[in-house]
């Protein structure tokens, strides 16, 4: 895929993606350094928004920004000749000005945990693949302080890094038709948790107690990207009693 104008920088490409939105490619490599860019830009964008700026969307290589074309063509202070010129124009200009910081803001976050047994069927399933008891499995899964990468898949869901690569497992061959909402999932070299009851291919080893999305909510996902993540564990009674 070829960026639809020559608006290439040091920090990303820009592609058109709709009449309504584009998409600021950073790279392809997911990395500490890449969720940082992503991040710093997205809060910046955000911060400094341009006439008929709706929301952008991150993810591990990409932030798709869509917009009100209706605004953006009327915006006489946003140089170009079309939407997307006009929007690409004001993001390069973004980045390129040194003055101009985000505010961020990352915060350590405690995901309270009831692993196996019916909130995490699986976990003996993958204890048994890497050679490796239970309770090692639920010491190396709780003992990594994780980076949340990205939110995506349905509103809520957070795909963490920094999990041990002994616990890298495939996804099941066979997905369920439905995972409860709250379930605690590794795939490959990623953990997740899924906020909402849905199908997924993830193996299970663990369940929270914590709503991970509430449209009803100030801010609807308890997660975002750049936030860190510890897992404690908690035994049934703390599950069944935990209150959030």
Not at 29 to 41: A, R, Y
Request: hydrophobic share 35%; charged share 15%; aromatic share 10%.
């Amino acid at each position: 895929m070829q960026p639809l104008t020559d608006s290439t920088n040091k920090v990303f490409t820009a592609y058109y993606l709709s009449e309504h939105a584009l998409t600021l490619e950073f790279g392809h490599e997911i990395s500490e350094d890449m969720l940082q860019k992503i991040t710093g830009f997205n809060i910046l964008i955000n911060q400094n928004p341009f006439p008929g700026f709706r929301t952008s969307v991150p993810a591990y290589g990409t932030i798709s920004v869509f917009y009100d074309p209706i605004k953006v063509i009327q915006a006489d202070d946003l140089p170009g000749v079309d939407c997307y010129e006009k929007v690409s124009n004001y993001l390069n200009q973004l980045s390129d000005d040194s003055e101009i910081q985000p505010n961020t803001s990352s915060i350590l976050i405690t995901i309270p945990t009831c692993y196996g047994g019916e909130y995490g069927e699986d976990l003996e399933e993958v204890a048994a693949l890497h050679h490796l008891s239970t309770n090692e499995v639920i010491n190396l899964h709780s003992s990594a302080i994780y980076k949340v990468y990205m939110i995506g898949f349905v509103p809520g869901f957070a795909y963490l890094g920094g999990m041990s690569a002994q616990l890298a497992t495939p996804r099941k061959p066979t997905p369920r038709k439905i995972i409860p909402a709250g379930s605690v999932g590794i795939a490959g070299m990623q953990t997740g948790i899924y906020p909402l009851a849905t199908p997924g291919g993830w193996q299970l080893i663990g369940r929270t107690p914590l709503t991970l999305f509430d449209a009803t909510r100030t801010q609807p996902t308890l997660l975002k990207a750049g936030d860190q993540v510890v897992f404690k564990p908690i035994d049934h009674h703390q599950f069944e009693n935990y209150r959030d």
